[in-house]
């Protein structure tokens, strides 16, 4: 099968070298056939060898690999690469097992399949696109995951009204692409919740922040603590089941709130150590006085385009100061930036900002990722988004 070719620039060929899954619109020297949005191409050189197959996107970034080798686009190929992904998930333990049924089937350029985010939450499977490409794939992924999930599977929702580039035009619309509307508690860690998968953020939950709500529960035990940005409250409950003197949980939303107490209730039915608060973050902090002395910061992203990315610095240098200044001596801060834009490096020189703005004594007890079933492909940095850390205030 042949796709429309792609010519890259002379020695624009040399971050494919090295896999980089990305080809940047100003790399493209010319395009042999005229290639819509989400179709199929092949890469070549300038000396007009074969370099890899991918989607073709209009944008700054122009083509999202698939392959660095000659192969075709069919169902047995998103078979395979959905196999492969469900097959290091079974490795990690995160399969079939009551204690775990919620998990991130596939992440991305981390699996190979850039563009694409499959999230599990105990029978249902909620797909998001994130490229045109993987849009129109979107039937064939469906028919993938129902075999290889089998019977665990009874329904797959599309989630990318909010995802899909907006210029594409697509009249998309979330909805069921197999199975009907389900009400699913997933279980994390032993923990249970609802998800809304069809208007919460992202897929319904945060996955990614599982093994940091394992940690916070190591050190909530007699702590007050305050849950900021708390969506659907997954740090409240793992901070209850680790014996929390009190848990205060606030976010802007008013539907995230209702939906932390049915989680908390969920977990701990009338439990009198949990309150939840619909309120700004900054306005509660700077009213919060000296009542906590654990707090989680985890914030959404501030900056998701590098042009905003200096007034997002000041919003998490604002954020972290305020809770250095208010949290109370031998107090512990969870703090976390989901901005890809803001490197690792550039996160923690903030929060040091923050913390002399604050006049506190501060130490980094532990520095924060995202896990194992988000992997980072090794040739795409970019793909490390979560970062955070845990900090001593003195």
Same mark, same amino acid.
């Given at each position: 099968?042949?796709?429309?070719?792609?010519?890259?620039?002379?020695?624009?060929?040399?971050? &494919?070298?090295?896999?980089?899954?990305?080809?940047?619109?100003?790399?493209?020297? *010319?395009?042999?056939?005229?290639?819509?949005?989400?179709?199929?191409?092949?890469?070549?050189? *300038?000396?007009?060898?074969?370099?890899?197959?991918?989607?073709?996107?209009?944008?700054?970034?122009?083509?999202?690999?698939?392959?660095f080798k000659e192969t075709i686009i069919d169902d047995s190929f998103w078979l395979e690469h959905i196999r492969k992904a469900y097959n290091l998930r079974v490795s990690l333990g995160l399969v079939g097992t009551e204690y775990n049924n919620t998990y991130r089937l596939v992440h991305g350029e981390g699996d190979n399949l850039p563009g694409l985010i499959v999230d599990i939450y105990a029978h249902t499977a909620v797909m998001q696109a994130h490229s045109v490409g993987m849009h129109y794939a979107r039937h064939q992924l469906t028919e993938a995951l129902k075999a290889i999930l089998g019977d665990d599977l009874h329904t797959v929702y599309y989630k990318s009204e909010t995802t899909l580039p907006f210029k594409a035009n697509l009249d998309n619309e979330d909805g069921y692409l197999y199975g009907n509307e389900v009400e699913d508690v997933a279980v994390e860690n032993g923990l249970k919740f609802y998800v809304d998968w069809q208007k919460g953020q992202k897929t319904g939950f945060f996955v990614d922040q599982r093994d940091n709500r394992a940690l916070l529960e190591r050190y909530a035990a007699g702590r007050s603590v305050l849950n900021m940005f708390c969506y659907t409250g997954g740090f409240s409950f793992y901070a209850m089941r680790g014996k929390a003197r009190l848990v205060h949980s606030v976010d802007s939303s008013s539907k995230a709130i209702y +939906?932390?107490?049915?989680?908390?209730?969920?977990?701990?039915?009338?439990?009198?150590?949990?309150?939840?608060?619909?309120?700004?973050?900054?306005?509660?902090?700077?009213?919060?006085?000296?009542?906590?002395?654990?707090?989680?910061?985890?914030?959404?992203?501030?900056?998701?385009?590098?042009?905003? +990315?200096?007034?997002?610095?000041?919003?998490?240098?604002?954020?972290?100061?305020?809770?250095?200044?208010?949290?109370?001596?031998?107090?512990?801060?969870?703090?976390?930036?989901?901005?890809?834009?803001?490197?690792?490096?550039?996160?923690?020189?903030?929060?040091?900002?923050?913390?002399?703005?604050?006049?506190?004594?501060?130490?980094?007890?532990?520095?924060?990722?995202?896990?194992?079933?988000?992997?980072?492909?090794?040739?795409?940095?970019?793909?490390?988004?979560?970062?955070? &850390?845990?900090?001593?205030?003195?």
């Amino acid at each position: 099968m042949s796709y429309t070719k792609v010519i890259l620039k002379p020695k624009k060929e040399e971050s &494919l070298q090295r896999f980089h899954p990305w080809i940047f619109s100003g790399a493209i020297q *010319s395009i042999e056939g005229k290639p819509e949005e989400g179709d199929i191409v092949d890469v070549y050189s *300038s000396s007009r060898h074969f370099l890899a197959v991918g989607h073709y996107q209009i944008g700054s970034i122009a083509v999202r690999i698939l392959s660095f080798k000659e192969t075709i686009i069919d169902d047995s190929f998103w078979l395979e690469h959905i196999r492969k992904a469900y097959n290091l998930r079974v490795s990690l333990g995160l399969v079939g097992t009551e204690y775990n049924n919620t998990y991130r089937l596939v992440h991305g350029e981390g699996d190979n399949l850039p563009g694409l985010i499959v999230d599990i939450y105990a029978h249902t499977a909620v797909m998001q696109a994130h490229s045109v490409g993987m849009h129109y794939a979107r039937h064939q992924l469906t028919e993938a995951l129902k075999a290889i999930l089998g019977d665990d599977l009874h329904t797959v929702y599309y989630k990318s009204e909010t995802t899909l580039p907006f210029k594409a035009n697509l009249d998309n619309e979330d909805g069921y692409l197999y199975g009907n509307e389900v009400e699913d508690v997933a279980v994390e860690n032993g923990l249970k919740f609802y998800v809304d998968w069809q208007k919460g953020q992202k897929t319904g939950f945060f996955v990614d922040q599982r093994d940091n709500r394992a940690l916070l529960e190591r050190y909530a035990a007699g702590r007050s603590v305050l849950n900021m940005f708390c969506y659907t409250g997954g740090f409240s409950f793992y901070a209850m089941r680790g014996k929390a003197r009190l848990v205060h949980s606030v976010d802007s939303s008013s539907k995230a709130i209702y +939906l932390t107490k049915k989680n908390v209730e969920l977990n701990f039915p009338g439990d009198p150590r949990h309150g939840a608060f619909a309120e700004d973050a900054f306005k509660y902090l700077e009213k919060a006085g000296d009542a906590y002395d654990l707090i989680i910061l985890d914030p959404p992203a501030f900056a998701k385009h590098k042009n905003v +990315l200096r007034n997002a610095l000041q919003g998490y240098r604002k954020l972290n100061a305020i809770a250095f200044e208010k949290i109370k001596p031998g107090g512990i801060v969870f703090t976390f930036s989901c901005s890809q834009v803001v490197s690792r490096e550039t996160f923690r020189l903030t929060v040091f900002s923050a913390a002399a703005q604050a006049g506190r004594n501060v130490r980094i007890l532990h520095q924060l990722s995202q896990p194992a079933d988000h992997p980072i492909n090794i040739y795409h940095p970019e793909g490390e988004y979560l970062k955070g &850390l845990v900090l001593h205030v003195e």
